[in-house]
């Protein structure tokens, strides 16, 4: 009987999805590692002999699906694949732009949810990675941030739907964190951490049942302290970054 546990991460072709692939492989982990990009998936399971590739376009449902027939019972189900676009002119709404990021970030988790959640053992674990963009509203994420507050919401629930069936549900707010994502910020972004470092924290934060688990602790206090401010003076200041 095999008896090495196994994780499902989405995302783990890049970025911090990536970095947890490694870090679960090192861990003794069976890694299946979602993404759309074969090249970077076989790069990443050249690199351990643990990890095994699950290309899948997760906003095609057939084809998440279609996965179910190849993969184990699970021990961990880590949907962390997203993307982030930022609306440019609020008054002149890209509605596809919108659509591209919703369908991504939250339609797409429900497509995973179906097909994939009946996997997860019992006694197993959930994680979604939602962003600390849900704590509040932060200017030209009108897309992102909904998404993200939408995919904290959809965690929180399912943490207290699927306590009966002993499945525990972390949700994980990251601040900022080096990958392709956000190479592509055009301002400043404090406390940015590594993809290697965000691996770790949200690691030991599943091994630990935590609900939440957010980093770098400094910036997410003190978002969490600005999100109970009084809605006009939060408006005022968040109105001020891009003026
Ligand atoms: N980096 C940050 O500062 C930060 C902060 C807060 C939250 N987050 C969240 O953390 C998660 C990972 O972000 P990251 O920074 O590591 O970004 P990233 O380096 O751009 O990685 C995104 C991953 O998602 C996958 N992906 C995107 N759309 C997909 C789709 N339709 N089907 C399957 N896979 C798809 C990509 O795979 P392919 O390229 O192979 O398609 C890639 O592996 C995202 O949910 C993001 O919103 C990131």
Known sequence: ???????????????????????????????????????????????????????????????????????????????NAGTCEYIDDAKHFDGALFERVITANVIAIGYCLEAWLPLVKQSGNLAITSSSASFLPLPRAEAYGASKAAATYLARTLSI????????????????????????NDFSMPFLTTPEKAADIIFKGINNNKNEIHFPRVFTWLLKALSLLPFFLWQKIASRMTS
């Open 161 to 184: 739907d699927l306590k009966k069936d002993n499945i525990h549900v972390s949700v994980i707010h990251p601040g900022f964190v080096k990958t392709p994502l956000t190479d592509k």
């Open 1 to 79: 009987m095999n008896n090495q546990p196994s994780i499902l991460i989405t995302g783990a072709s890049s970025g911090i999805g990536r970095a947890l692939a490694l870090h679960y492989a090192s861990a003794g982990y069976q890694v299946w590692a979602g993404g759309r990009s074969i090249e970077k998936l076989q790069q990443l399971c050249e690199l351990h002999p643990n990890i095994l590739p699950l290309l899948c376009d997760i906003t095609n449902f057939n084809a998440v699906k279609a996965s179910v027939s190849q993969l184990p019972a699970l021990d961990i189900l880590l949907l």
